[in-house]
């Protein structure tokens, strides 16, 4: 009798992992199949892990639907082709997994012999967090780029995991006014990993924050064709240890909201660590379109002529009403010799602004040990 009830109990348990197995299995599995040589389409269901040993060449936009998961390896590299067509988008409910490492980054760059800014979209991620895009209470809006859906009412929303990655030659342009950026987080949320990330060459912004509350750690912008990190729409994150060099226009644009600068739920940005060296021709910084409530420390600027720019009372009242009412907050900051005009704001609260003595990213101006290998260009 023990004898048979032994051996019901292995029969069991044998069934029982056998069932985990197959349930394990084919929530991996997927229909999509990624074809290396015309890399695009929808990815709609299951896992799809790229093979390092291969470079992937990416022909035409490539979405990572609700439900579903990209893996990217370390050492893996995208090649991109098709300028707006070919980007790389992720959309609610999905994943993606960079998994990167410091001596074999996760590079997207461009297919094309001699690579210049433009040349494909860029990363899109959309995620389930709040933004005051569209409303106040969890409201969605669609992306400017890729027109996936993003926003909500869940901060904690988790679209994976994003660590050294390096993308290349972005900012494929539809128009005048609408470009892609290296990488644009859209409502991204705070169980998302997003860290060791480089925009290279980006021929818009480097890497942009829309709404969310994902924060980003050990970031670097080098070269871009507009402001090299831009936060705007009620973004509500913590920004650390990033390095900003050779970008076109701003260092650091923080906004609240381009429609309403008021509007809520309200950017709340805590900035610390940074570095934003060599010439631009919007300052180190620019508090625009409301700004939104900043807190800075430990910021080091070089190289530019101006150290922070906002417009007038007039033409921007809520900006700055934010730094009269101390909700910008700049303690401390250095300005290098290049710097001949620290701040245009002209109101009446002359503590927001407290000079030091600052290592910013690390290094001052130089770069900061903790980029060395998977970067270039600094």
């Not at 639907?65 to 980007?87: C, F, H, M, R, W």
């Not at 994976?160 to 006014?177: D, H, K, M, P």
Request: hydrophobic share 35%.
């Amino acid at each position: 009798m023990k004898k048979s009830i032994l051996l019901l109990a292995v029969a069991a348990a044998t069934i029982l992992t056998s069932c985990s197995s197959d349930d394990s299995n084919s929530s991996s599995s997927s229909t999509f199949t990624a074809d290396a040589t015309n890399f695009k389409g929808d990815i709609n269901d299951g896992t799809v892990t790229l093979d390092p040993t291969q470079t992937y060449n990416l022909t035409g936009k490539l979405i990572v639907n609700d439900g579903a998961k990209l893996v990217i390896p370390a050492g893996t590299t995208i090649e991109a082709s098709g300028g707006t067509q070919s980007y790389i988008a992720v959309a609610q409910g999905a994943k993606i997994e960079v998994l990167g490492n410091s001596s074999n980054p996760v590079v997207m760059t461009s297919a094309n012999a001699n690579p210049s800014a433009g040349d494909w979209g860029g990363l899109v991620i959309c995620g389930q967090a709040p933004t005051n895009k569209a409303g106040s209470n969890g409201e969605t809006a669609t992306a400017e780029v890729s027109e996936l859906t993003y926003g909500g009412s869940d901060a904690n929303d988790n679209s994976g995991v994003i660590r050294y990655l390096r993308v290349e030659y972005t900012g494929a342009n539809f128009s005048a006014t609408k470009e892609f950026n290296g990488v644009s987080l859209f409502a991204v949320g705070a169980g998302t990993t997003f860290e060791y990330v480089q925009s290279y060459h980006g021929g818009d912004d480097g890497i942009e924050f829309f709404g969310g509350t994902v924060n980003g750690k050990y970031l670097v912008s080098t070269a871009s064709g507009d402001d090299s990190i831009d936060f705007a729409d009620g973004w509500a994150g913590t920004g650390q240890y990033w390095y900003i060099n050779q970008g076109t226009k701003a260092g650091i644009e923080g906004s609240n909201n381009g429609d309403n600068g008021n509007a809520t739920p309200v950017t709340s940005a805590t900035l610390k660590d940074i570095s934003i060296i060599d010439s631009g021709s919007e300052g180190a910084l620019y508090i625009k379109e409301g700004g939104g409530h900043w807190t800075a420390s430990n910021i080091f600027v070089s190289g530019f002529e101006l150290g922070i720019k906002i417009k007038d009372a007039t033409t921007d009242p809520a900006a700055n009403a934010n730094v009269d009412n101390g909700n910008i907050i700049f303690n401390n900051i250095q300005f290098g010799e290049s710097v001949l005009n620290k701040s245009q704001y002209q109101g009446s609260n002359n503590d927001y602004l407290t000079e030091g003595v600052n290592n910013g990213a690390g290094n001052g101006a130089s770069a900061p040990t903790w980029s060395n290998g998977w970067t270039r260009g600094l």
